[in-house]
């Protein structure tokens, strides 16, 4: 039988997804530490990248969700399981993370809003 489904990593789009991704981490893990004292502006927009790194990782994950590709079976083992290292019982759906995760950085905002970091 002819394989005629590319696999999911081999797709153009799935790889320039995960390079946008691992670039987007990559911003925001070094700005984070400078965040208390960056602009208002400068807040904004990291919060920004924030939320649009959230939208692309659910997606992603809801792709490799829906996919019967080998390797998007082993990227969601790996990311189900790097919940637990987040301190996450086993329990937590990856649905309820991404909600989670995205209260956090409306909470962040709100923050930021009313001029409150110091109360984080």
């Known amino acids: ?3 005629s489904v590319m696999s999911f ?17 990559e911003k925001i893990v070094s700005g984070s530490m400078k965040f208390p004292t960056m602009s ?5 927009e990291h919060i920004s990248d924030l939320e649009y790194l ?3 990782q659910r997606n992603m ?3 490799i969700s829906l996919s019967d590709d080998p390797d998007a079976k082993e990227m969601k ?3 189900e399981a790097s919940m637990g290292l987040l301190g996450l019982q086993q329990q937590v759906d990856a649905g309820d ?6 209260d956090t950085i409306k ?7 009313k001029n409150e970091l110091d109360n984080l």
């Open 107 to 113: 909470r962040l905002r709100e923050f930021v809003e």
């Open 1 to 3: 039988k002819r394989e």
């Open 97 to 102: 993370l991404f909600k989670m995760m995205h």
């Open 61 to 63: 994950y809801a792709r």
């Open 40 to 44: 208002i502006e400068e807040q904004y």
């Open 77 to 79: 083992e790996d990311i």
């Open 54 to 56: 959230l939208e692309k």
């Open 9 to 25: 990593m081999k797709s153009a789009q799935v790889r320039a997804a995960l390079v946008e991704i691992s670039e987007l981490q």
